[in-house]
């Protein structure tokens, strides 16, 4: 069973920053994309970026563009999320899943991890 495990949120006034880290037990066809994904108030799930654990090729929300940064280091089994400049808006809970393809549709991910809290305060 291939599990995820997020870590790294917390609380933040406007502009600042934080790193999220999202662990994988083992790598598989199902994790051929890690993707990040916030929901607020247990709404919907927004994919905020995603990246191809075989390419590299990553790909962001046009909300989070410029903010946000997706990386992944293949020898740690990690995948991580630096956000700069936050904004109230960030606040969400954030979630780490992967699927066997990328995607902006949180119906592609078939993994999830238990989801970290991040809350930026204006």
């Keep these: 069973q291939v599990r995820l495990m ?11 920053s934080l790193k999220l880290s999202c662990t994988v037990s083992r790598y ?3 994790t ?5 994904l916030r929901s607020v108030a247990g709404g919907p799930r927004e994919a905020v970026a995603v990246i191809s654990t075989r390419s590299g090729d990553a790909e962001y929300a046009n909300s989070v563009k410029g903010r946000f940064t997706i990386s992944q280091e293949n020898l740690k089994k990690s995948v991580y999320l630096e956000m700069e400049n936050l904004k109230p808006e960030d606040t969400a809970t954030y979630y780490c899943a992967a699927g066997s393809r990328c995607s902006r549709d949180s119906i592609a991910y078939v993994l999830w991890g238990q989801g970290t809290q991040v809350t930026v305060s204006s």
């Design 28 to 30: 598989s066809y199902s």
């Design 32 to 36: 051929s994309c890690i993707g990040w």
């Design 6 to 16: 997020e870590s790294g949120g917390g609380s933040v006034q406007t502009g600042g």
